[in-house]
């Protein structure tokens, strides 16, 4: 469920016009709605009712401080990967303690940062990485509070490149040798061990996965529990998908669907339960409002090129991902269609937003909305071509704001230096 919806003929994010936000701001441009932010946080809030839990927004989804803050408000924790993802989610209103660092490479000056900033969670991806951290830590007379996350090799089913919990990923502890590794780590000095952590992958549509996971998961932690290693903290990581193509296969489970497999697997555990979903709950609180440049008719196709490229919006090209594209003038029902490859400016075949896709008869000029954007859109982009970072649109009711401007061309350039020896 979302907040952008066509009243009086026109595409609207809550109370506003999309064409009011193409006047003002400019395209290409992001609009997020924070009523479906907020709705997408409570939902998921509420399906995980009666557990012990923590949501940490998976801030890679979408990193945007106004998106941040407004799950910060809710009670979110942040999951990052990166210092800069921290400084946000701080920045953003999330207090550290409630912050899990992930990530397979995370280095020294991170590892130093984290403990100097008291991060609630660290997630351990390799023994190497366990020993350096309690080196640092007992270096800063630090401790750290770890889990490690456990890689079950399981296939999530989902597309190869957001798929992480297969044994030949580089996510991740084998399962297998996590209960040696857990007992290496309560004899190191610096370190906490509080829990276990799993992802095994993103836009995962099948609940089946995730119950295999979270069941090696359960039976991993009552090993480690009998053993005396405390687990008090179980991460189930995100992945959960949502609908990216309405009435399609791709129809993913409810989160209470999901809370009921979470419940049943690892409800009874005496754990708080963490979860680091990103996509669910910005996904669908997003699109990317975009401008038809012109139409071109190739010799055996019909091109709709518009303003936004695969430097703005990564997926399709990158994933071969389907977004839904409609046109911000409510086309009348019943409105004839036909076949067009919908393509960006930038100078690669690979930047196609959707081939042969059936839309209504489209003119110069006219404003299309890319659905489901608001996860791995703005948070992916690059100034590829020249092209400077799109702006970003907070909308609350009848309000919006700009919460990043499009960058001048001159700030673009002036974020560069030329060496000295060439004056
Ligand atoms: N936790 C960890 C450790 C992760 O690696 C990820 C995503 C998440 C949580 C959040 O997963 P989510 O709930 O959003 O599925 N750029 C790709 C997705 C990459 C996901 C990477 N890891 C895309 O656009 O589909």
């Not at 990216?244 to 009874?268: F, H, I, Q």
Request: hydrophobic letters at 45%; charged letters at 20%.
């Amino acid at each position: 469920m979302n907040h952008f919806d066509y009243r009086n003929g026109v595409l609207h994010a809550e109370d506003v016009p999309l064409t009011l936000i193409a006047e003002q701001v400019g395209t290409p441009v992001y609009v997020y709605s924070q009523a479906t932010l907020e709705r997408h946080f409570q939902v998921l809030n509420e399906a995980l009712a009666g557990t012990d839990h923590l949501i940490c927004f998976a801030m890679k989804a979408n990193p945007s401080l106004g998106v941040v803050a407004t799950l910060a408000a809710m009670g979110a924790g942040a999951d990052v990967v990166s210092e800069g993802e921290a400084r946000i989610a701080m920045a953003a209103g999330i207090p550290a303690e409630r912050i899990v660092f992930s990530g397979v490479g995370k280095t020294e000056e991170e590892l130093v940062f984290a403990l100097e900033s008291g991060i609630g969670q660290l997630n351990l991806e390799s023994y190497e990485e366990l020993l350096e951290l309690s080196h640092l830590a007992q270096r800063m007379g630090k401790t750290a509070r770890i889990a490690l996350r456990v890689n079950p090799d399981i296939d999530a089913g989902t597309h190869a490149k957001i798929t992480t919990g297969l044994k030949e990923n580089k996510f991740g502890i084998d399962w297998t040798q996590a209960h040696t590794v857990y007992k290496q780590a309560m004899r190191l000095d610096g370190i906490e061990v509080v829990g276990v952590a799993v992802h095994i992958g993103s836009q995962l549509t099948d609940l089946q996965p995730f119950q295999d996971a979270f069941l090696r998961l359960r039976d991993l932690t009552l090993m480690l529990q009998a053993d005396g290693i405390p687990i008090q903290r179980i991460d189930l990581g995100g992945g959960l998908g949502v609908p990216y193509e309405p009435g399609v296969n791709e129809t993913p489970p409810l989160p209470s669907e999901y809370a009921k497999v979470v419940k049943s697997c690892v409800g009874d555990l005496g754990c708080k339960l963490v979860f680091e979903p990103g996509r669910l709950l910005v996904g669908n609180a997003g699109i990317l409002l975009t401008k038809i440049v012109r139409l071109k008719e190739g010799a055996v196709k019909s091109f709709v090129v518009v303003d936004a490229g695969m430097n703005d919006l990564m997926r399709p090209a990158l994933y071969d991902a389907y977004h839904d594209i409609v046109p911000v003038k409510e086309p009348k029902p019943g409105a004839a269609k036909r076949a067009v490859d919908v393509v960006g400016p930038i100078c690669e075949s690979s930047d196609v937003f959707a081939a042969g896709r059936l839309l209504p008869m489209l003119y110069k000029g006219e404003l299309l909305a890319f659905g489901t954007a608001g996860a791995y859109g703005a948070s992916m982009a690059s100034e590829y071509n020249g092209r400077p970072l799109i702006p970003e649109v907070m909308v609350k009711g009848d309000r919006f704001a700009v919460t990043r401007a499009r960058p001048t061309y001159d700030a673009m350039i002036a974020a560069q230096k030329l060496p000295d020896w060439m004056g």
